[in-house]
């Protein structure tokens, strides 16, 4: 469904990247040390992710990773960055991590990268970069800014042979990982989420906080959503998508009384809850994984495809509810590109 720009996109060429020529010191046998950047400091998840990789007790499999240069970055416009770019940087600087003034500057430095901006709109623009210096990336949720930018960058990445992949922490947590295969449920037939659902007038709605709670949705839903329909209030939004097969999955944004993140599992077998979140452990495996082998655990597809579910959300409530098709709001990002970069080949 998605796209003839993704049509060559499940497998990366990786003989320009071995992991010989990332590695800088042994760590084993067979575990190259990898120096990180982290693109972004206005996000508490640059101290969580190199707490967790170099604290006092790094988890051993984080162990081919060490985080050694970071560019603050931020965007004026936003106050959740803005006003948080100060303090990261301390505590980011007071991990032992070098701060530097350029993206340029930083990849000079290390191995990988992780953008964790804040805001979704510089994205394209970062990537842009660790992309022609040929380095594998994670891209913190959002991807981007919007579907178009997504898809730039997920084609650049392929026409590069860079690895990248961007996800939620959420998808990975032990009690949403399992719920599409768990036996006592089945086959899944729909499933319900819910997270807070914060907003950011520079981003289509979903995009700023909700995407945690429609990220868990496709991890137990997968692939397959034709028509998205939002109902929108100050307090709630809800969300529904209808998938190709026939299923029902249904995302409700949470803006006022106890927030939380879970959903439930609707089976042929069963039903029941779906797990909370379990920290960013399970996420940084994930990168650690991604990077020692250039494997992206999350397809450019799927990640796509929340994105158009967001964004169709969004046309929804300027249609006053009306079902929107995935595929309209698709071939608009496409039509986007096109307008600004040329036709795809």
């Not at 990332?22 to 084993?28: D, L, P, S, T, Y």
């Not at 709109?121 to 913190?140: N, S």
């Not at 909370?276 to 650690?288: D, K, M, N, R, T």
Request: glycine share 12%; hydrophobic share 40%; with cysteine.
């Amino acid at each position: 469904m998605l796209l003839r720009t993704l049509t060559s996109l499940a497998g990366f060429p990786l003989a320009a990247l071995a992991l010989a020529s990332w590695a800088v010191a042994a760590e084993g046998p067979g575990k190259p040390l990898l120096k990180v950047g982290i693109i972004g400091l206005d996000t508490s998840h640059c101290v969580a992710f190199t707490t967790a990789i170099q604290g006092p007790k790094p988890n051993p499999q984080l162990a081919s990773l060490r985080v050694v240069a970071a560019f603050p970055g931020g965007s004026p416009d936003i106050p959740a960055s803005a006003d948080r770019v100060a303090g990261f940087t301390d505590k980011i600087k007071g991990l032992g991590v070098e701060i530097v003034d350029s993206i340029t500057a930083l990849l000079s430095k290390v191995d990988v990268v992780l953008i964790e901006a804040v805001d979704g709109r510089p994205h394209l623009e970062q990537a842009r970069q660790v992309i022609a210096a040929g380095k594998p990336m994670f891209i913190d949720k959002p991807l981007a800014g919007s579907l178009a930018d997504g898809i730039e960058i997920y084609r650049l990445a392929r026409a590069a042979g860079v690895p990248c992949f961007s996800s939620s922490a959420l998808r990975f947590s032990p009690g949403v990982a399992e719920m599409r295969s768990r036996p006592e449920y089945g086959d899944v037939l729909g499933c319900s989420t819910y997270s807070p659902c914060t907003l950011d007038p520079h981003h289509p709605d979903l995009f700023w906080y909700g995407i945690h709670g429609v990220e868990t949705l496709y991890t137990i839903m997968g692939t397959g959503c034709k028509t998205v329909t939002r109902v929108h209030t100050a307090d709630t939004d809800l969300v529904v998508g209808v998938w190709a097969d026939g299923r029902i999955g249904t995302f409700r944004g949470l803006r006022s009384g106890k927030v939380g993140f879970g959903g439930t599992v609707f089976g042929t077998k069963g039903l029941g809850p779906i797990g909370s979140f379990a920290g960013y452990e399970p996420l940084l495996v994930e990168i650690a994984r991604f990077f020692e082998t250039g494997k992206p655990p999350v397809s450019p597809e799927e990640t796509l495809e929340i994105l158009a579910f967001m964004e169709a959300a969004d046309e929804s409530k300027r249609q006053n509810g009306a079902a929107v098709s995935i595929e309209t709001v698709i071939k608009q990002a496409e039509a986007a590109n096109q307008a600004r970069v040329g036709p795809i080949q």
